[in-house]
């Protein structure tokens, strides 16, 4: 490789690069080097050359089997995940859409009406959907269905028909974010595509769906494989609203942590002793297997099929 192809590599990938190493890949790597240590109480001086090997994984393997807190939160991460991920990415493209579809001076109150939950403070969003959901009669919901005479006493929505009323108010509450970030990537893709074929299906007598179907979804499935991906990484990881939600009694405790709340609750929440190593090799283990996910839905959705190069000139 040439000294200038080399130096202009450096100069545009160098800064990118220096940030994921920095912000990434050293934090990732001091993880996995806690997760082998008996670190806790963030006695560092005490516990950060304490080398215990894999006493941290057999306990997370053992309090997966045997502790009920560990096994829910498993099932409410595979439940959340995979709900909310489907909500974010079917929802926003479906709000990208119609809004395409409609005029631009009426479709951009829409857009921007959609975007309030990502643009309010976590604290503010969240605080909303507490008095939403409020298990007394101050609750708006419970306000409102009592004065319709739907219930004659007010709901604990968040132990309601558990624990599906705690993962349906998880789901609501992320989706709502979530769905306002695909429709932001959806709506920016579907804008870019030329609007002659849309304007040639016209012609031809296409009808909306047939314009969807044959033009819109298969123009824009880049997008669709990083709001994905993006998508699915993101709600693995996530815990904000859900601490807030779950700190504040809105969702049942025993069904109300995922993976992530519980990473953070070991490592940080001061009750009863804090075992950072513990909580380290827990989070050593959702990265692997976001990574795995990441790469299996690449697969599936066929990224590689994506970047071969096209047959003919173009």
């Not at 590599?9 to 996995?32: E, H």
């Not at 976590?122 to 909303?128: E, G, K, N, R």
Request: aromatic letters at 16%; proline letters at 4%; hydrophobic letters at 55%.
């Amino acid at each position: 490789m040439r000294l200038d192809r080399l130096f202009t590599l450096a100069f545009f990938l160098g800064p990118a690069l220096l940030i994921v190493i920095t912000f990434f890949f050293l934090p990732l790597l001091l993880t996995v080097y806690t997760s082998f240590t008996n670190m806790r109480n963030w006695n560092v001086d005490a516990y950060l050359f304490d080398i215990v090997g894999l006493y941290n994984y057999k306990v997370l393997v053992h309090f997966a089997k045997y502790d009920p807190m560990f096994r829910n939160a498993l099932i409410t991460t595979v439940v959340f995940v995979a709900v909310t991920l489907v909500v974010n990415v079917l929802g926003g493209l479906t709000l990208a859409i119609l809004t395409f579809f409609l005029e631009e001076r009426i479709s951009i109150h829409y857009r921007l009406l959609w975007l309030l939950p990502r643009m309010t403070p976590v604290a503010v969003y969240s605080l909303l959907w507490y008095y939403f959901f409020h298990s007394d009669a101050i609750g708006t919901l419970n306000r409102i269905l009592l004065l319709a005479g739907v219930i004659d006493k007010p709901i604990n929505w968040g132990s309601y028909m558990l624990p599906l009323g705690t993962w349906w108010i998880l789901i609501f509450v992320n989706g709502l974010v979530g769905v306002s970030f695909g429709m932001i990537v959806f709506y920016s893709a579907i804008r870019s595509i030329p609007w002659e074929y849309i304007a040639a299906a016209r012609v031809d007598g296409a009808s909306n769906l047939v314009i969807i179907r044959r033009i819109i979804v298969p123009m824009i499935r880049w997008h669709l494989l990083f709001v994905t991906v993006w998508q699915m990484l993101s709600l693995l990881t996530t815990y904000t609203h859900i601490f807030l939600l779950y700190e504040w009694g809105v969702v049942d405790r025993t069904w109300g942590q995922t993976w992530s709340l519980l990473v953070f609750n070991l490592a940080f929440l001061p009750v009863g002793e804090l075992r950072q190593g513990l909580a380290a090799a827990a989070a050593t283990v959702l990265v692997v297997i976001g990574a795995i996910l990441g790469l299996v839905t690449l697969r599936i959705l066929g990224f590689q099929r994506m970047i071969t190069r096209p047959r003919g000139d173009i």
